[in-house]
């Protein structure tokens, strides 16, 4: 009897092994996404918070079942520290960890394209290991114009689209007629500028442009300076790229001293600790353009997904565009029956989604998503225009003006290799 039980114990205990492995074998290993930008210094909170919105939109689509094939998404973490070298360092470290697809943006546009040139030089000495870029802020024309690639997506509107915008609103403004430059020297505040200049004097030949300055990203402690020159030559308005300390520490010493600005600026808003800033300058208009602001008009599906991330992240939810991208990625693997880059890549191309603020539409010849664009400006609660205060303050958004994709739309000098 003895004999007889251990062989009947050993067959089931054989047949639970293979049942098991069986199982094992039927769930896929998680998707790899990596993530990098900056997690330390000068602009960590801004990553902090690009980090959160993509690493919240993971957890959600997880959550919902996950992947076409029942697997999850996995977010690794790398700090970009703002330099080109240590992104590229953290790309092959993401690689070697099993990483598929990069996604980034928050380290400015020079490291962005360090960046995407060093997965297409990976990808073109490793077929069948491909990387995808996923860029959700850094927003040169040139990513999705002469320096395209197939392995990037742009999922913001780029500087030209969002200057677009601002230089359609300027038009119906004519108290604005004298235009000051002020913006952080590297390649995204040159172009700003330089957009800044010819839109606006396009739209409105009659404006003057009465300076223009580059200053050192991240180093500058007091603006007061800057501040007192573009007093000396009657600025009303600033055409600023700023962001993240840059644009706070600008407020501040225009507040202190007393001078009420105008500032056109392509995310304030998206920017953890503008309002506040602003709120605590009591002076000054912050006039910014995004695909959606928090309490808009018309859009409550994102103030609902707003309200949901708060509850779960603990902070403001402010870029929709950042939460779409692991969506937008699932929807491709999805299309495409594939978790292959190459095969991902083809299905995102002129990809329409509904989103939570609008359709959009991922342009198939330069990989450069349209998105609806809203100017706004930060402003005291009014009960009207503006109904709910940001940031634990008194102040938050007023819709000014609301473009379409299309009316955004502008060409693209893009002659895409394509694998």
Known sequence: MSVRFSAIALAASLCTGLYAGSALAQTPEPFKIAFIDPLSGPFANVGELMRNHVLYAVDDVNARGGLYNGAKFQLLQFDSKLSAQESQSALQAAIDQGARVVVTGGSGS????????????????????????????SIDPELTGKSCSFWH??????????????ANYIQSQPEIKKVFLLNQDY??????????RSMVSKARPDIQF??????????????????SKMKEVGTDSVITGNWGQDLALLLKSAGDSGYNLRYFNHSAGGMPGTVTAISQAKIGQVTWVAEWHPGMAERPQADARAREYKAKMGQDFLSPRMDLVPRMLAAAMAKAQSTEPVKIAKAMEDMQMDTIFGPVKMRGKD????????????????GKAVKAGWEGTNYGFRTDAAYSMQQVDLPSECQMKRP
């Open 210 to 227: 009465v300076g223009e300055t580059l200053h050192p990203m991240g180093r500058i402690k007091d603006f007061a300076p800057y501040v």
């Open 110 to 137: 020079s490291v962005v394209t360090a960046l995407v040139q060093s997965a297409t030089r990976y990808n073109q000495r490793n077929p069948g290991k491909e990387v995808l870029v996923l860029n959700h802020s």
């Open 187 to 196: 390649a995204h505040g040159k172009q700003w500028a330089s957009f800044g």
């Open 153 to 166: 997506f742009m999922f913001d509107a780029n500087t030209a689209m969002r200057m677009q915008a601002v």
């Open 367 to 382: 990989h450069q998503l349209l998105l609806p664009q809203v100017v706004n400006t930060i402003a005291p609660v009014d």
